[in-house]
């Protein structure tokens, strides 16, 4: 709709950079990080959308965002998916157009001559043309992900402006770049043979924010990987727990640091385990006296010096630590109590000791476990962090059961 | 060691040569720019001293500074700025600007307490030269002291021009560092050049044409192309950061991942540490290229992890002592847990084979990493010394080494644990 109304209205590009410019951006789209653990695709599309506003008007990046998408070698993605990307980037190049021309933009380049014109007439409406197609791009990412995985909206959205967005608007540059090369420079089509180096730059760069969140994914993975040698049930145990933790987390409303923190502490709450006897980690509980109970309990302490040395999972270690306190400031090892105790730990306690509620599939109706957990909570008032509780609580109701299986959304 | 002592010399002597030479020429022939060049050399030069000041280094990368070459190879390349006037000075003056910066830089770099590397600093301004003296004397003929002639070509050819002499400049600097390095190591020129090559080679094209870009947009841009064209590759710097800071994430999970043996009991402390440190030696003497070394390192520092799926520890965690099939055991765990890093397969192929004895090599041939048989060595040395330093743990530990020569252990590798150790006498 609104190609065909751009098409109308706007004015209609050349024939030769609109193909050029598609073809630009189907190997932007085809040269993508493939996204194993991040839902997010990194590629310097976005710049190609932008220097389209530019050269192509309205239409023509309208035209390049949804041609993009069309040719696309992977088999795997549903047809809604691959309808969903169509409408946004056309979407993002047709609105990114329009803002330029209402930010002044020139429509014949060939015209503009000069430092100063440059600046106000090419360069400043695509920056914010740059801008506003970074919060659409947002916007209506967080929007599709909210509606499918039911992560809420502000937490995908802040998500992805705070982990991209920065790179997303300073590599808009390189669309200004672009323009300049193609009209004042005289380089014409060639511009686009020589930008690639600088767009492949960029590609990189955005490859490495998606690395540096799959490099801590991977070494947690790792973790968890060597405690489920020696312990093969905990493997799913924690798999559940940091999915619980993280729903909580969510539902009291964290950041996404914060977030991530949790999450990385109820994976590897158990790290601790490495160290603890096997044969008294395969006894069944009835059978293990109280000093052994107390040998096991001390794996959080274990743990946290274990992990100790890793940069990113600094904050983690203390949640890791302190998730035997109790509320009340009766547990172990510091004694600590209330606001005290770290949040990441408040939450983990209370994700761990709902999980253990059902071992394995069994048949209970989701009601029911609530309920259960309910109790559970109830059972012992100065255990558990009451607001931690009530989110677990919520979380539960909103989401099921955690299954251990398909994390979500993993950033 | 030596090597590095004996190469910083040349790297000075090169750099200082063309520092002098450079600035006489220019001073002789009067080669000087007048009025409205100065404002555009001195952002160029500018550039350069920053771009020297912020150059990137990182462990298995060949150290660069990619601003301060894009800058330089705009500078040798723009002679043309807006209203159609000509720059009105030459090569001389372009590489001594140049040097004068790098030297600044470095000067300031080494009075901050920071680290500087000469051999890659000389480099770059090689690569300078290359690019100044082909472009301006050899191609455009420009005579020293007089305005640049224009050049005829057509924009597009001008800049593919343009980008050949740069790549041609880098494969120089690559040559020049590479023959530096060969001459300090005893490592061969042709495998150092493909390697710093490889390195850098993504990073190389982009500096390359970032230079000619500014080049290319200074007619109509006017001094402000400079900043504008160099922002990609600033931005480029911090995603670099970000790099280096995965790598170094990595880094501390294999640390923490080697220690968790230790901390869980397993093995003593610093077991792998200690065969780590050992095995890089013993690579080292048999002449393993860096790369090579450093998934050594790693796969050295990894190699008891599998030992955390035991019920109960092996006294003294010396997988040495263990039956065939339990070290392949652990062998098999250590792998599965390496490769889920996904990011160290170089180190899990090594892990893999680390059980194997040698005479499978001999008598079936079949295909055993170098590494891989190191670590075999080391971690049998290792193993059987249990840490104790003395003299008669060390013979007592090489003698049962020696009964597995050629069965067990490659005799290559033993002899280079010797000299390692610096017990070559204990070879008789």
Redesign the interface.
């Known amino acids: 709709m609104l190609g065909i109304f751009s098409w109308v209205h706007g004015r209609h590009p050349d024939l030769a950079p609109l193909l050029l410019l598609s073809a630009m951006g189907v190997l932007s789209f085809n040269l993508r990080e493939p996204t194993v653990t991040s839902r997010i695709g990194f590629s310097f599309l976005s710049i190609i959308l932008l220097t389209s506003a530019a050269i192509l008007g309205p239409f023509g990046a309208w035209f390049v965002g949804a041609a993009s998408q069309v040719v696309d070698r992977d088999g795997n993605v549903k047809w809604f998916q691959r309808l969903f990307n169509v409408a946004m980037n056309s979407t993002i190049g047709a609105v990114g157009a329009y803002v330029y021309l209402v930010m002044g933009g020139a429509e014949d380049l060939d015209r503009v001559?000069?430092?100063g014109e440059?600046i106000r007439h090419v360069g400043l409406p695509l920056i914010v043309a740059d801008v506003v197609q970074c919060l659409i791009n947002a916007v209506l990412l967080g929007g599709a992900v909210s509606l499918f995985q039911r992560v809420p909206f502000w937490v995908f959205v802040r998500r992805i402006l705070v982990s991209s967005g920065v790179?997303y608007i300073?590599?808009g540059?390189?669309g200004?770049?672009f323009v300049?090369?193609w009209y004042?420079?005289?380089?014409?089509a060639?511009s686009a043979l020589?930008v690639m180096?600088?767009l492949?730059?960029?590609r990189?760069?955005f490859v490495?924010?998606g690395?540096?969140l799959r490099?801590?994914e991977?070494?947690v993975?790792?973790?968890v990987?060597?405690?489920g040698?020696?312990e093969p049930a905990a493997v799913e145990r924690s798999a559940r727990v940091a999915q619980l933790a993280e729903w909580t987390a969510e539902e009291l409303g964290l950041g996404p640091r914060q977030i991530a923190i949790v999450r990385y502490t109820a994976t590897l709450h158990e790290v601790g385990h490495?160290?603890v006897p096997?044969?008294l980690l395969?006894r069944s509980p009835e059978a293990i006296s109280a000093a052994e109970r107390r040998a096991i309990d001390r794996h959080c302490v274990?743990g946290a010096?274990?992990?100790?040395?890793?940069?990113?999972l600094e904050d983690a270690r203390s949640g890791i630590r302190h998730q035997h306190e109790r509320f009340d400031g009766g547990g172990t090892p510091d004694g600590l109590a209330g606001q005290e105790i770290p949040v990441a730990a408040r939450i983990v306690a209370v994700a761990a000791a709902v999980e253990a509620l059902m071992p394995g599939p069994v048949d209970v109706t989701l009601p029911a476990r609530v309920v259960d957990a309910a109790r559970l909570l109830r059972s012992d008032p100065g255990r558990f962090d009451p607001a931690a509780g009530a989110a677990t609580i919520e979380a539960l109701e909103k989401h099921g059961w955690p299954s251990g299986v398909g994390t979500g959304v993993t950033t | 060691m030596n090597g590095t002592l004996r190469r910083e010399p040349v790297a000075l002597l090169v750099g200082v040569l063309g520092l002098v030479t450079t600035v006489l020429l220019t001073l002789v022939d009067r080669d000087l720019p007048e009025g409205g060049d100065v404002g555009v050399v001195s952002v160029f030069a500018l550039m350069i001293v920053l771009g020297e000041w912020f150059r990137l280094s990182a462990p298995g990368f060949r150290g660069s500074a990619p601003i301060a070459t894009a800058a330089a190879f705009g500078l040798a390349l723009t002679t043309e700025v807006?209203a159609g006037h000509f720059v009105g000075y030459g090569a001389a003056f372009v590489l001594a600007v140049t040097a004068v910066a790098m030297v600044i830089a470095t000067a300031t770099r080494v009075l901050a307490g920071r680290e500087v590397s000469l051999v890659e600093t000389t480099g770059r301004f090689v690569a300078t030269a290359v690019v100044t003296l082909v472009y301006r004397n050899v191609y455009l003929g420009q005579s020293p002291g007089t305005e640049a002639p224009s050049d005829p070509l057509p924009?597009?050819q001008r800049?593919a021009l343009m980008?050949g002499i740069s790549v041609l400049a880098l494969v120089c600097d690559t040559l020049f560092t590479s023959v530096l390095r060969a001459l300090a190591a005893t490592a061969n020129l042709r495998r150092t050049f493909v390697e710093e090559v490889r390195s850098s080679f993504?990073m190389s094209?982009?500096v390359?044409?970032?230079g000619?870009?500014i080049a290319?947009?200074a007619?109509?841009?006017?001094i402000?192309?400079v900043p504008?064209?160099l922002?990609?590759?600033v931005?480029?710097l911090?995603?670099f950061r970000?790099?280096v800071?995965?790598r170094?994430?990595?880094l501390?999970?294999i640390?923490?991942?080697s220690?968790?043996t230790d901390?869980?009991?397993y093995t003593p402390a610093g077991h792998s540490e200690r065969v780590a440190a050992l095995s890089v030696r013993v690579g080292r003497e048999l002449g393993l290229s860096e790369r090579e070394l450093l998934d050594l390192e790693y796969a050295a520092l990894l190699h008891d992890?599998?030992q955390?799926?035991?019920?109960?520890p092996i006294p003294g965690g010396a997988t040495v002592l263990a039956a065939p099939a339990d070290q392949r055991r652990i062998e098999a765990?250590t792998v599965?847990?390496?490769r889920?890093?996904?990011?160290f397969d170089g180190a899990a192929r090594i892990l893999e084979h680390q059980t194997t004895p040698y005479r499978q090599v001999r008598e079936l041939g079949e295909e055993i990493p170098l590494t891989s048989r190191i670590i075999k060595v080391v971690n049998a040395y290792e193993d059987l010394t249990a840490g104790a330093r003395s003299a008669r743990a060390r013979e007592a530990a090489i003698e049962r080494i020696y009964l597995g020569l050629g069965y067990e252990y490659d005799p290559r590798v033993v002899d280079a644990l010797l000299t390692s150790i610096g017990n070559g006498s204990a070879q008789a």
């Open positions: 001559t000069g430092f440059l790179a300073g590599y540059v390189i200004f770049l300049i090369l004042p420079a005289g380089l014409g060639f020589l180096a600088p492949l730059a960029a990189w760069a490495q924010f690395e540096e490099s801590h991977r070494v993975e790792t973790l990987t060597a405690l040698t020696k490495l160290g096997a044969r395969r274990a010096r274990m992990i100790e040395g890793i940069d990113f | 807006p924009p597009w800049a980008l993504a094209m982009a390359a044409v970032t000619v870009l290319l947009a007619p109509p841009m006017g402000a192309a504008l064209f922002m990609p590759l931005l480029t911090f995603a970000r790099y800071s995965i170094a994430t990595y501390q999970s640390r923490t991942l220690r968790l901390v869980a009991g992890i599998g955390v799926a035991l019920v109960e765990d599965a847990i390496v889920e890093t996904g990011v």
